[in-house]
């Protein structure tokens, strides 16, 4: 039985809790929250044994064998290592870190103290995603030669919210610009080139951004997130013989159209299970008990490359935190 923590108790917390408790194999065995009485009712929602009013009597808690990070961004290289350096596994919320360097020392520790470490980056394991990368490896569209995928909500203005607030790690690059591009290099690899361009808000993070990238087989993706407005949230990749639709939302749908040309389109449902976190929990608790310290469908060097990427988009539109 794999006895999870959970650090940061939000809305994605809860939902990451309701798929938990679904698990085979899978308890959630603590909670930890800056507010003793939140996290009282989070454990007793969950059914929990333990809360804490602290993270690091959480991470002090010899029962529990991996913690699930939920904080803010700015946070998560903090969190993260708390548990590692405390002896326990980890499965951190997107973006991994702020930035390489940190995503670097948190892999690094991991390794040197032989603990599982996974980036829970739910969409790479979402069912619909791994059909399009099967869709992809049957050649059913041909070579691909250019992707287009945007992301966009109308955000609160709120400068207090955690997308607003710089020392948040705000901006919607971090909270939804990295799931076009990771779309982009689950298919198509690293990019070799990449151009960006961006609407900063006074606080000095990007309420916009457009992305162009270039990939080794001369594909590219064009790319956008946004705050500003609700876009159509879909990623289309085109391929010599035709294209494949990811409907919205694309991160996580459940509905995949196949159109080839001069045949009929085709339609295909996917629907995932619960919230839809109950698949990369499943991967977790398989790689824990198999021994593994990273998961080979979403690796450290996935992580490192869209890290690195997400510091050059942001060093090209002028956003440091």
């Given at each position: 039985m794999i006895k999870f923590g959970i650090i940061g108790l939000g809305k994605i917390a809860?939902?990451?809790?309701?798929?938990?408790?679904?698990?085979?194999?899978?308890?959630?065995?603590?909670?930890?929250?800056?507010?003793?009485t939140k996290a009282k009712d989070f454990a007793t929602s969950y059914k929990a044994t333990h809360y804490y009013s602290s993270y690091e009597e959480l991470v002090a808690d010899p029962t529990v064998d991996i913690v699930y990070i939920a904080t803010p961004h700015?946070?998560?290289?903090?969190?993260?290592?708390?548990?590692?350096?405390a002896g326990k596994a980890v499965i951190c919320e997107k973006p991994f870190a702020m930035n390489l360097k940190e995503v670097e020392i948190m892999?690094?520790?991991?390794?040197?103290?032989?603990?599982?470490?996974?980036e829970a980056l739910w969409t790479r394991f979402i069912p619909s995603t791994l059909q399009v990368m099967e869709l992809m490896d049957q050649n059913t569209i041909g070579e691909v030669h250019s992707i287009q995928a945007n992301f966009g909500y109308l955000a609160t203005t709120d400068p207090s919210s955690r997308l607003m607030a710089k020392e948040l790690g705000g901006g919607s690059l971090l909270d939804i610009g990295i799931y076009p591009i990771f779309i982009s290099m689950l298919l198509l690899g690293t990019p070799i080139e990449t151009k960006c361009i961006a609407q900063l808000t006074t606080t000095g993070i990007d309420q916009h951004c457009a992305m162009l990238m270039k990939f080794k087989n001369?594909?590219?993706?064009?790319?956008?997130?946004?705050?500003?407005?609700?876009?159509?949230n879909t990623a289309i990749i085109f391929g010599s013989k035709g294209k494949i639709i990811m409907h919205a939302p694309f991160h996580h749908t459940e509905k995949i159209t196949v159109e080839i040309l001069d045949k009929k389109p085709y339609t295909m449902r996917i629907p995932y299970i619960n919230n839809g976190y109950v698949h990369e929990i499943e991967e977790v608790r398989n790689c824990i008990l198999s021994g593994q310290l990273q998961s080979h469908q979403m690796s450290h060097p996935h992580s490192y490359e869209l890290i690195k990427t997400l510091d050059l988009i942001r060093s090209q539109i002028n956003v440091t935190y």
């Open positions: 809860h939902k990451f809790a309701q798929d938990l408790i679904t698990v085979d194999g899978c308890i959630l065995q603590a909670v930890g929250s800056r507010e003793l700015a946070l998560h290289f903090n969190h993260t290592m708390l548990c590692l350096q892999i690094n520790t991991a390794r040197e103290k032989q603990l599982f470490l996974m001369g594909a590219t993706a064009t790319l956008e997130s946004s705050f500003l407005s609700e876009t159509s």
